[in-house]
């Protein structure tokens, strides 16, 4: 089964509910590095995908 495309939106909801999670200490210690990592590569999609767009937007802009 093909995995669906995370959006930016969810991915930067997620990060919010894991620092919010931390911050409350709502986080067990046995999960925490688990939770880090994956705040991590959601931070890097997010990333990405900004790039992504930035360049899409600018080549719209040039081809004008």
Known sequence: MPKKKM???SA???VND?????ENEDVN????????KRASYLLKY???K????EKEV???FESE
């Open 12 to 14: 930067l909801y997620e």
């Open 58 to 60: 600018e080549k719209i």
């Open 18 to 22: 894991i620092v919010n999670d931390i």
């Open 29 to 36: 210690v046995d999960v925490l590095l688990e939770k880090v």
């Open 50 to 53: 900004l790039k992504t767009t």
């Open 46 to 48: 997010c990333k990405e």
């Open 7 to 9: 959006s930016y939106e």
